[in-house]
């Protein structure tokens, strides 16, 4: 169980270390991405006012399992929401997680739908 605890604190340091760097605001939201074993969901954060724009998730899509390809249907999805708001340009906020898997595919999906990050 230490493990876990460990693992659990080394991500912990990592949300803090990027969360002290990024910020969103209403022209530049933070593309903020969780997931889970068997989801992935995706939010663009406007932090001056605290409320969250835009949000799109594999549960919202209906999608079953935690694959890359659910993670490309949700970035495209969540670009779409964005541009219909006439928001362009986010920063990027990858909570912690390292930058490969859904973490990238969710990104590449958003960046080709036409977001800028």
């Not at 270390?17 to 022209?27: A, D, E, L, W």
């Not at 889970?36 to 899509?61: E, F, M, P, R, W």
């Not at 209906?62 to 986010?90: D, Y």
């Amino acid at each position: 169980m230490k493990k876990i605890y460990q693992k659990i604190a080394r991500l912990e340091r990592r949300k803090k270390r990027i969360r002290k760097k990024i910020s969103g605001t209403p022209s530049c939201p933070r593309l903020r991405v969780t997931k889970t074993l068997n989801h992935i969901y995706a939010q663009l954060i406007d932090d001056t006012q605290g409320k969250t724009l835009v949000s799109a998730s594999s549960v919202q899509l209906k999608i079953k399992g935690g694959n890359i390809e659910s993670a490309k249907q949700v970035g495209s999805e969540l670009a779409k929401k964005a541009l219909a708001l006439s928001i362009e340009k986010v920063a990027f906020d990858r909570g912690g997680h390292l930058y490969h898997g859904r973490v990238k595919a969710l990104a590449d999906s958003a960046r080709e739908a036409g977001l800028k990050f």
